[in-house]
């Protein structure tokens, strides 16, 4: 099993930044992706931003130039920076972690992210 669990987020005025975090730990096997996703109010859950263990990232085109992914393997950790928020980035954002081994997505509770005008 592993256990995600996500801290930093909060309310914050457009324009603002934000770095949200999230520990994983448990039986976590060292091929792995971690990323971010969000679900706003009436809308899907949709990816934000992904990174492999080699570094590799993917992000929606909606955060590309804003929002920043990175990750500490050591520490199994992954992190989003995200800059120049606007009220449309609210939403609640969940980490993720996908295991290559066991082909299973963990969630992290969720973290509320709100952008004021």
């Known amino acids: 099993q592993v256990q995600l669990v996500e801290s930093g987020g909060g309310l914050i005025q457009a324009g603002g930044s934000l770095r949200v975090s999230c520990a994983a730990s448990?039986?976590?096997?060292?091929?792995?992706?971690m990323g971010w996703y969000r679900q706003a109010p009436g809308k899907q859950r949709e990816l934000v931003a992904t990174?492999?263990?080699?570094?590799?990232?993917k992000y929606a085109d909606s955060v590309k130039g804003r929002f920043s992914i990175s990750r500490d393997n050591a520490k199994n950790t992954v992190y989003l920076q995200m800059n120049s928020l606007k009220p449309e980035d609210t939403a609640v954002y969940y980490c993720?972690?996908?295991?290559?081994?066991?082909?299973?997505?963990?969630w992290g509770q969720g973290t509320q992210v709100t952008v004021s005008s």
């Open positions: 993720n972690l996908k295991d290559w081994n066991t082909r299973i997505d963990y």
């Open positions: 448990g039986s976590i096997f060292s091929i792995n992706d």
């Open positions: 990174m492999t263990v080699g570094g590799s990232t």
